[in-house]
């Protein structure tokens, strides 16, 4: 029984990629997620803790209405396995499409510990990632090494808040890049949030950077969605697809509202002279390790079985 679950759903994986691949972008609604990342290993248990999970953030280095926490991970497909790497400082620059008060600047998190590395929620999260950008060919950035094997991923727990002081912007950057090659944002929860709240706008790449969500050329906007259930998840490809948000309002705003949200940068290592060369370290953490084996397409046909779409061990993702 287990196995046709597990082949169900690694059929829906592949129609989420073919997605991916033809729209370069792909909204994937919580409940579908839920369902997905039990295959991958996601206990009922840890599903309900890593909805908590953003109650334990520290203060964001730059930004006053906003709790992070970063980690980073390498894809290394050549182990078919997802480690912890050592902690680095974060840079985005102008260059990149990033324009806002901190670009260029080096910015030190708070590390992301074992609450959420150690979650098999989050770890199936990181496995279902893989499985969707994994040879999905995209333009190009400079200064990123493709020879490499290795992907590295960021990823940022963040909870934005709006006050009655505050309004809490989950891209105060307006019209933006996150200067990867596929970006992955998982909804985890908000209280007294507005519902047409931080709606994710895409652009084509002739948006000018900066410019607000409500400001942009309609006929350069690709598309829109809204995290609204628990696991709601979107993926793009972020050098073809810029993307702005609208603020988090309060239902009741006397009180704060929050949005808990996960996103997973993942790139290549960067070539000298991009901003983040001194910061792209592929040395394993010593004091978080942690390692876990990925789900690879020779293995998915195998463990999709007799029978299955892609039997026989030799399906290929291209
Ligand atoms: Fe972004």
């Known amino acids: 029984m287990h196995d046709s679950t597990f082949s169900d759903v690694m059929s829906e994986v592949l129609e989420i990629r073919e997605q991916y691949v033809r729209d370069r972008s792909v909204f994937v609604e919580g409940a579908r997620m ?119 991923c960021t990823v940022f727990n963040l909870r934005t808040i709006s006050t009655p002081d505050l309004v809490g912007e989950p891209a105060l950057e307006g019209v933006h890049s996150d200067g990867v090659d596929h970006t992955m944002t998982t909804f985890l929860g908000c209280t007294n949030m507005t519902d047409d709240s931080a709606v994710t706008f895409l652009h084509d790449m002739r948006e000018k950077n900066a410019t607000r969500w409500n400001e942009t050329d309609p006929e350069l906007v690709l598309g829109q969605c809204r995290h609204r259930h628990f696991l709601d998840t979107l993926i793009v490809v972020d050098h073809e697809r810029k993307h702005s948000l609208s603020p988090v309002s309060a ?15 993942t790139r290549k290592p960067v070539l000298e002279g991009h901003i983040s060369h001194p910061y792209d370290s592929l040395k394993a953490h010593d004091r978080l390790p942690m390692v876990i084996g990925l789900p690879s397409p020779a293995a998915r046909g195998e463990l999709v079985g007799a029978g299955g779409p892609v039997a026989g061990g030799t399906a290929r993702w291209a």
């Open 251 to 265: 239902v009741d705003e006397r009180q704060p509202a929050t949005r808990d949200m996960l996103i997973f940068f």
């Open 34 to 152: 839920v369902r997905i990342l039990r295959a991958l290993g996601a206990t009922d248990e840890d599903l309900e803790k890593i909805r908590l999970v953003s109650d334990n953030l520290s203060p964001d280095p730059t930004l006053p209405f906003r709790e992070s926490k970063n980690g980073r991970f390498c894809f290394d497909f050549d182990r078919s396995a997802a480690y912890r790497l050592e902690s680095q400082p974060f840079a985005l620059s102008a260059e990149e499409d990033f324009v806002r008060h901190d670009s260029g600047q080096t910015r030190v998190f708070e590390e992301i510990g074992d609450d959420l590395q150690g979650n098999t929620a989050f770890q199936a999260l990181l496995a279902f990632k893989s499985l969707v950008f994994r040879e999905v060919p995209t333009a190009p950035r400079p200064k990123l090494d493709y020879g490499n094997p290795s992907w590295i």
